[in-house]
């Protein structure tokens, strides 16, 4: 079964600073997805990374795909307290089936 | 356009009742996916629904079951409800495969 690795599962940083988040996945996958969810709603798209190379950048997010690492990252640069949230990556097979990462809680403080 | 709408947002049932979710997909959409969502076990792919069948299913017992009706809305049942099964369930609309895939707001489930 396609099985999907986050981490850091929880994430505190100061408000300014930048970290990045991993996501790895266990089979070969040319779409990779980032998800946000702020506490009790539904998920918020990010990014649809859709071939090895991609890049794509969003304000203060920036996500990338390795696909021969099967390997994403989630980028944040200098971050602010509206960034606080859990962000999820996420494949899908060709059965249009999602399998998500356990998910990374992020908190900014100030 | 309207987004995907789930109803009701809320609900509490007792053990042993039934309960039935509402997801209607964004017009156009044919595909309805659904996932439960829990602290322990993540996002977890239920069933999904194509043109009034069902296409796939995930690891969940029996008493999970769905339908889709000709005007792409989808129904999700749950019978003999137990205290694990008190989730956030969401669904996904999506035009077909490798289309980006839209989510509603959930309905959160409490059995007690």
Known sequence: ?110 | KAGVTQTPRYLIKTRGQQVTLSCSPISGHRSVSWYQQTPGQGLQFLFEYFSETQRNKGNFPGRFSGRQFSNSRSEMNVSTLELGDSALYLCASTEGVNTEAFFGQGTRLTVV
């Open chain 1, 1 to 110: 079964e396609l099985k999907v690795e986050q981490n850091p599962l929880f994430l505190s940083m100061q408000e300014g600073k930048n970290y990045t988040i991993y996501c790895n996945y266990s089979t070969t996958s040319d779409r990779l997805y980032w998800y946000r969810q702020d506490p009790g709603k539904s998920l918020e798209s990010l990014f649809v990374l859709l071939s090895n190379g991609a890049v794509k950048q969003e304000g203060r997010l920036m996500a990338s795909l390795d696909t021969k690492a099967r390997l994403s990252t989630l980028h944040i640069t200098a971050a602010v307290h509206d960034l606080s949230a859990t962000y999820f990556c996420a494949v899908r097979n060709t059965g249009n089936q999602f399998y998500f990462g356990t998910g990374t809680s992020l908190t900014v403080i100030p």
